[in-house]
T-cell receptor
Framework: SQQGEEDPQALSIQEGENATMNCSYKTSINNLQWYRQNSGRGLVHLILIRSNEREKHSGRLRVTLDTSKKSSSLLITASRAADTASYFC???????????FGTGTRLKVLA | GAVVSQHPSWVICKSGTSVKIECRSL??????MFWYRQFPKQSLMLMAT?????????EQGVEKDKFLINHASLTLSTLTVTSAHPEDSSFYIC?????????????FGPGTRLLVL
């Protein structure tokens, strides 16, 4: 399958805790992007990390990228109930226009 | 910036009818747009890549005569589900590409939920 893998598939935490999601991919990439999807809605772009970057921050989000292991992680700190959503990583294989999405992590933050 | 709209947001139709879904990039031009299909609790499945001024590129297993794509301008791509059947019921999402090189980013529309009776 071309699809990336994300783990865990589902994650349930208490408000205020940190949430970590992992993404693995299979080919060389230009960049890796993380998206959030609320139930029944479109995807919201969260953060982009370039293939030559190792870590990036945006507000409560921290993304790391390890190209040697073909993996990335998304950390959400001090989670809120509003963070409840599915989170997907997406990569574009070098030399193509296609983006490959991970299987997604369903995060539930309990108030 | 980087807003993508889709219309309609949901549609119910009878089996055998055709449904057209529009995808617009509102504040940027997009040479390339993508159409995805998503089943409940699953990831996005790429259906086709829509290129302005040329034929769309369909993924394996996606019938091009069934899912007609027209990218008539740099801000509009349309997906027409022809002779829709209940198995075509799904959530259809488009995206538009902006930026270049390592800054290239996809921005997504809000999706269209199609229910075929």
């Amino acid at each position: 399958s071309q699809q990336g893998e994300e783990d865990p598939q589902a994650l349930s935490i208490q408000e205020g805790e940190n949430a970590t999601m992992n993404c693995s991919y299979k080919t060389s990439i230009n960049n890796l992007q993380w998206y959030r999807q609320n139930s029944g809605r479109g995807l919201v772009h969260l953060i982009l990390i370039r293939s030559n970057e190792r870590e990036k921050h945006s507000g409560r989000l921290r993304v790391t990228l390890d190209t040697s292991k073909k993996s990335s992680s998304l950390l959400i700190t001090a989670s809120r109930a509003a963070d409840t959503a599915s989170y997907f990583c997406a990569t574009r294989t070098s030399g193509t226009y296609k983006y490959i999405f991970g299987t997604g992590t369903r995060l539930k933050v309990l108030a | 910036g980087a807003v993508v709209s889709q219309h309609p947001s949901w549609v119910i139709c009878k089996s055998g009818t055709s449904v057209k879904i529009e995808c617009r990039s509102l504040d940027f031009q997009a040479t390339t747009m993508f159409w995805y299909r998503q089943f409940p609790k699953q990831s996005l499945m790429l259906m086709a890549t829509s290129n302005e001024g040329s034929k769309a590129t369909y993924e394996q297993g996606v019938e091009k005569d069934k899912f007609l794509i027209n990218h008539a301008s740099l801000t509009l791509s349309t997906l027409t589900v022809t002779s829709a059947h209940p198995e075509d019921s799904s959530f259809y999402i488009c995206s538009a590409l902006t930026g270049t090189g390592q800054q290239e980013t996809q921005y997504f529309g809000p999706g269209t939920r199609l229910l075929v009776l």
